[in-house]
């Protein structure tokens, strides 16, 4: 604890953003830089607490409790940033972090919500230190291909090259086997690549490390489906083991009258077509959903409706308007939400804040439902026909959605985006090679154990937990390595 006083004497900060309005003409990262003797200061707040509960996320109360799923050693790389001591700092980080630049970016940081100081004061900026160790980390040419210094003759085939599929690729090629990812989009990466806009995460950040693995022998195959492009049984016969990392890319879906109106999409169509045609012709191809112009009806509250609201503004939509079934947070933290669960309050994202600076509101509209999907004489989406709800429990006691008479709205439409979540994975190579399934359709697979009910089948991440968070992609990614690794070897070094 380098300065005993630091969580006294040091107010929390954060970098500034760009400009709300300013930013609008690009697609470059949203926050600024921060100086580095003002993260030094932040460092120094940090208590080295007796029990750091910001490192121990645990899957069992996940996610209502915070804390880090990937057990980052966080007071210690605290501690060496105050004192100055960035490459210490880096190899604490790379311990337990394969991917901390980005986690440092479009991690929600429940790490922070289970700060100790968090339960009176305003906790540790700790996501701003975790990429600010990388970052420097790059800037210094300290991050470099660290190649097995042997093979151990065993192959791995790695499907999904998702956050979780990275981290078992980087785990297992540090082993010695040989690994290869497989993708079937066109770029690797999975939902870092197309499912992040580049506002939140540039993308050469995703290649730079890409590179880097590639240095350090893992094999790279894109535009390749398992089941279509490649077989499962060449799968099974080319490979000792199979790791089941292709995420949960089944979205939820809105059964309403009209529904099939031309002119509603899944956020991740919208979202994934816009970047691609960034990355490809920086939207010269005309290959994407165009909001410019349009009024866009956003029907979901989460952090991918938050990123179709900003991408329609920097398109130039005429209005954007996100509906959210939940009711608006508080605040502030509740007593009913005592630390260190993570804290249900209302935060203003980017998105909101550039409809805020363009439309002078915030685009959120709460405890709404949608009834149905007004189409015109040619089949193109109109309107959004809506009514407040209100949540009441029913006589078995569950909490359902009750509308409220005469509260029905119209609001005005070209775009409608789906955001309401994703159920699952998609079935297809499940079903190929035999992979039971459990309740909510993922691949049956034990935490902490990831083996599913085929032999040398393990899966990890979204594909076997459901939609979740990137760090929990890459916890899930380390552990299943490690198991692969048992497998194989009968032992294994790995760390979890």
């Known amino acids: 604890?380098?300065?005993?006083?630091?969580?006294?004497?040091?107010?929390?900060?954060?970098?500034?953003?760009?400009?709300?309005?300013?930013?609008?003409?690009?697609?470059?990262?949203?926050?600024?830089?921060?100086?580095?003797?003002?993260?030094?200061?932040?460092?120094?707040?940090?208590?080295?607490?007796?029990?750091?509960?910001?490192?121990?996320?645990?899957?069992?109360?996940?996610?209502?409790?915070?804390?880090?799923?990937?057990?980052?050693?966080?007071?210690?790389?605290?501690?060496?940033?105050?004192?100055?001591?960035?490459?210490?700092?880096?190899?604490?980080?790379?311990?337990?972090?394969?991917?901390?630049?980005?986690?440092?970016?479009?991690?929600?940081?429940?790490?922070?919500?289970?700060?100790?100081?968090?339960?009176?004061?305003?906790?540790?900026?700790?996501?701003?230190?975790?990429?600010?160790?990388?970052?420097?980390?790059?800037?210094?040419?300290?991050?470099?291909?660290?190649?097995?210094?042997?093979?151990?003759?065993?192959?791995?085939?790695?499907?999904?090259?998702?956050?979780?599929?990275?981290?078992?690729?980087?785990?297992?090629?540090?082993?010695?086997?040989?690994?290869?990812?497989?993708?079937?989009?066109?770029?690797?990466?999975?939902?870092?690549?197309?499912g992040i806009p580049n506002m939140k995460l540039q993308k050469e950040i995703v290649e730079r490390r890409i590179d880097i693995m590639r240095e350090e022998g893992v094999k790279f195959v894109t535009n390749t489906e398992i089941g279509k492009d490649l077989s499962v049984n060449r799968l099974n016969d080319d490979f000792d083991a199979v790791v089941l990392a292709t995420g949960a890319t089944v979205p939820r879906d809105l059964p309403v009258e009209g529904r099939n109106a031309k002119g509603v999409y899944f956020a991740m169509e919208f979202l994934t077509k816009n970047t691609k045609s960034l990355l490809d012709s920086e939207h010269k191809d005309g290959a994407f959903i165009n909001a410019e112009g349009k009024n866009v009806v956003v029907i979901g509250g989460g952090d991918t409706g938050t990123d179709c609201v900003g991408t329609s503004l920097r398109h130039g939509c005429e209005s954007v308007v996100q509906l959210e079934i939940m009711p608006k947070p508080p605040e502030t933290r509740q007593e009913s939400n005592p630390w260190p669960q993570w804290p249900k309050r209302l935060l203003v994202d980017y998105g909101q804040e550039e409809s805020i600076a363009v439309q002078s509101k915030d685009p959120r509209d709460y405890l709404v439902m949608t009834k149905k999907i007004e189409q015109d004489e040619k089949g193109n989406v109109k309107a959004v026909h809506t009514v407040n709800i209100e949540w009441?429990?029913?006589?078995?006691?569950?909490?359902?959605?009750?509308?409220?008479?005469?509260?029905?709205?119209?609001?005005?439409?070209?775009?409608?985006?789906?955001?309401?979540?994703?159920?699952?994975?998609?079935?297809?190579?499940?079903?190929?090679?035999?992979?039971?399934?459990?309740?909510?359709?993922?691949?049956?697979?034990?935490?902490?154990?990831?083996?599913?009910?085929?032999e040398g089948v393990f899966a990890c991440g979204d594909a076997r937990r459901g939609q979740s968070l990137i760090v929990w992609a890459i916890n899930e990614g380390r552990g299943a390595a490690q198991q692969v690794d048992q497998y194989l070897m009968g032992q294994t070094f790995l760390p979890k």
């Open 1 to 194: 604890m380098g300065n005993p006083t630091g969580f006294i004497d040091v107010a929390r900060k954060l970098p500034e953003d760009r400009d709300a309005k300013d930013r609008l003409i690009d697609w470059k990262e949203v926050h600024e830089h921060m100086p580095e003797a003002e993260i030094r200061d932040q460092a120094s707040r940090c208590m080295d607490c007796g029990v750091p509960f910001c490192m121990s996320g645990m899957s069992q109360y996940a996610p209502a409790v915070a804390g880090c799923p990937v057990n980052n050693l966080i007071p210690e790389w605290n501690d060496l940033i105050y004192r100055g001591r960035w490459k210490e700092a880096l190899l604490r980080l790379h311990k337990t972090n394969n991917f901390p630049e980005f986690t440092g970016r479009v991690c929600p940081a429940p790490c922070e919500g289970s700060c100790v100081l968090g339960i009176n004061a305003d906790p540790v900026t700790i996501k701003l230190h975790e990429v600010s160790i990388i970052e420097k980390g790059f800037e210094e040419g300290w991050v470099v291909a660290n190649p097995p210094k042997a093979r151990t003759g065993k192959t791995v085939a790695v499907v999904g090259s998702g956050p979780a599929g990275l981290a078992a690729a980087a785990q297992l090629n540090s082993a010695g086997h040989t690994v290869t990812v497989y993708e079937r989009a066109d770029r690797i990466g999975g939902l870092l690549m197309y």
């Open 392 to 454: 009441k429990k029913n006589p078995e006691g569950q909490m359902i959605p009750q509308e409220i008479a005469g509260s029905e709205k119209v609001y005005p439409a070209d775009i409608v985006l789906l955001a309401m979540g994703f159920l699952g994975p998609e079935g297809k190579i499940l079903d190929d090679l035999g992979v039971e399934k459990d309740m909510r359709s993922n691949a049956k697979a034990e935490y902490g154990e990831f083996n599913t009910s085929v």
